[in-house]
């Protein structure tokens, strides 16, 4: 059983806001990601992160910024929340033995920016 | 570029089996993964080939041939709560994970 958390899980703020998305992970995974999602889309990989000082932007990291000082940790950081913004945002992670392993769930956050 | 095909929508009915068919194209191959989402839901994990041919697990199994870029996913004995969209994955070269957007599975009675 995967044991990886998010918090909050629903969000409603104004534009403008800073906001920061948590993700916390017991099982010591060295590799964890974020995707954003909007209802019947693909996921899009935001940041990613191979270990502890490791941060790397997926294909939609622009006005988000996340940090790796923890190996149980990975917020995620919107500096002025914008509509555009308002999505499903998913934290995942994978063990670090091999490369090519599934990535495990957490439950979401839903953010709506006004 | 690098693109991962599945239907959009399926019907099935109750106790019947269906095949949802996955397509990909890209830049290389170490995996394909088959994932399960509930509306609202994370993706939780179905099945995973890296090799041609069958994995079975259960009621659902997998199948894979790389010759040609395609993946099935079977599921047999369908019950209600089936009924979520089921999305294809693929590490690709360069370590990233290419998804496709999903195939919304919808089971009547």
């Known amino acids: 059983e995967a044991d990886i958390y998010q918090t909050p899980r629903y969000l409603v703020i104004g534009t403008g806001k800073k906001i920061t998305l948590e993700c916390s992970q017991t099982?010591?995974?060295?590799?964890m990601y974020w995707y954003q999602q909007d209802p019947g889309m693909e996921l899009h990989l935001i940041h990613y992160?191979?270990?502890?000082?490791?941060?790397e932007k997926g294909d939609l990291s622009s006005e988000s910024t996340v940090s790796r000082i923890r190996t149980e940790h990975f917020p995620l950081t919107l500096e002025s929340a914008r509509p555009s913004h308002t999505s499903q945002y998913l934290c995942?992670?994978?063990?670090?033995?091999?490369?090519?392993?599934?990535?495990?769930f957490g439950p979401g956050t839903r953010l709506t920016v006004l | 570029g690098q693109n991962i095909d599945q239907p959009t929508e399926m019907t099935a009915t109750e106790g019947a089996i269906v095949q949802i068919n996955c397509t990909y194209q890209?830049?290389?191959?170490?995996?394909l993964f088959w994932y399960q989402q509930h509306a609202g839901e994370a993706p939780t994990f179905l099945s995973y080939?890296?090799l041609d041919g069958l994995e079975e697990k259960g009621r659902f199994s997998s199948f894979l041939s790389r010759s040609k870029g395609y993946s099935y996913l079977l599921l047999k004995e369908l019950q209600m709560k089936d009924s979520a969209s089921y999305l294809c994955a693929v590490w690709s070269g360069n370590y990233q994970l290419i998804w496709g957007a999903g195939t919304k599975l919808i089971i009547k009675p």
């Open positions: 080939n890296v």
């Open positions: 099982m010591g995974h060295d590799k």
């Open positions: 992160s191979y270990g502890v000082n490791s941060t």
């Open positions: 890209t830049s290389g191959f170490n995996g």
């Open positions: 995942a992670s994978t063990p670090g033995h091999g490369d090519y392993n599934e990535q495990f």
